[in-house]
């Protein structure tokens, strides 16, 4: 949204920095900081977000189109540097028709936050139909990029043939799709096993991942979920689609990484659900991935690195 006072005091304050760094691109607080760094002549490195993946370039496709071809690209050939999550997103950055330097530095997790929490035995309470089950976990926005379609087919194959399992669906509604969502699993015949626990506080969402046994991802498209770090830190396997980026599952055999098919999920959770020595082996190689390669503090010293260097070429 347009401010004034934003675009103020971005402009009083910037001079009194080395080194500008923005997040995301597509909105006004990130255009004027831009304009503002570059009038003051201080260096500015920009984070994507996946703001330029194929699938969210055609969200509003025609005025991105524009304003890419008037302001978008201009400004971030600017920038001293532009920071990708992920090597594919680093590939859409360069498609997008950016020269300047671009570094990969992935998300991380802080291993403190997910320490035993204190609502787990809360949450049991909430759902008592949890007890002594096993849960598959998604959780994420509930919006149709998120592949919760190809999710409600597959565990509705799933679920009719197994007893013990939930399906738990964590996050926000966007726009009324969880509606669509419920339609789609009661036509599955399955809407008794699913539960929705809307948007969830911190000691909650860790709560939820502690209850769980599966988490999926089958998204159509992703920058670089925290969630699958988040689960793959709390020793669960992971279900995820080539479109998450994120191949060191598949290496570190932490999971399965699949394409956003109905078919290919629900044979990857009848795998997992009929192979708990599978599962439990799968959880503990995506535990130890994170921890030897995405906590925080082993992403900071990339993204100190990454400020060094800029500061250094600048000459600030």
Partial sequence: AYSTQLTKALACETKNFDLIHIHEIWHYPHFVACLAACKHKKPFIVTIHGALEPQALRYKGFRKKIYAAIIQKHLLNKAAAIHAITQEEKKSIETFGVYTTVKTIPNGVNPKRFLESSQLKDLKERCPELKDKRVI?????????????ILAKAFGMVAKNMEDIYLVVAGPDTDGYSAVVERMLIEEGIRDKVIFTGMLAEDEKI??????????????????????????????????????????????????????????????????????????????????????????????????????????????
């Fill in 137 to 149: 976990l998604f959780s994420g926005r509930i919006h149709p990029i998120k592949g919760l379609d």
């Fill in 207 to 316: 709560a939820i991942l502690n209850c769980a046994d599966i988490f999926v991802l089958p998204s159509y498209s992703e920058g670089f979920s925290m969630a699958i770090l988040e689960a793959m830190f709390c020793g669960l396997p992971v279900i995820i689609t080539r479109q998450c980026n994120f191949s060191e599952v598949c290496s570190a055999n932490a999971g399965f990484v699949i394409e956003p098919d109905v078919n290919q999920l629900t044979l990857a959770l009848k795998s997992l659900l009929n192979t708990p020595r599978m599962l439990k082996k799968m959880g503990e190689n995506g535990r130890r991935l994170i921890m030897q390669k995405f906590t925080w503090d082993n992403v900071a010293e990339h993204v100190i690195q990454l400020y060094q260097r800029v500061i250094n070429e600048k000459g600030v």
